[in-house]
């Protein structure tokens, strides 16, 4: 039983309706808002994983691309040093070193 007698600004009964507002339980989702937050989440997780998979296989490609630089220029610096080993070897011995050009073809266009 719920008396109309006022108490201060409230009077009992709008206190009691307050209290039921408060005590309400808030409506569940709607299905479909649910299967659309449970489907983000999993393209989310799916997506970092992808992600995580492409920056390991983008870091192991770039390992190979400086192991192969690094060959590359060992190749380089070894025949430049050749080329000064034959150069002095040709001073020593009174001649001239001609270094190799480059091969070079022409192409007619009859």
Do not use: C
Not at 19 to 43: D, G, H, Q, W
Not at 58 to 73: F, H, P, Q, S, V
């Amino acid at each position: 039983v719920v008396s109309t007698q006022s108490t201060g600004s409230f009077n009992t009964l709008q206190h009691y309706y307050i209290l039921n507002l408060i005590e309400m339980a808030v409506p569940a989702k709607p299905a479909s808002l649910v299967k659309k937050e449970t489907r983000a989440a999993a393209l989310a997780t799916k997506k970092a994983t992808a992600s995580k998979k492409l920056a390991a296989l983008r870091l192991a490609r770039r390992k190979e691309i400086i192991k192969k630089t690094a060959k590359y220029y060992k190749q380089y610096e070894a025949a430049d040093r050749e080329e000064i080993r034959l150069d002095r070897e040709a001073k020593a011995n009174g001649n001239y070193y001609v270094p190799a050009e480059a091969k070079t073809r022409l192409l007619s266009s009859d």
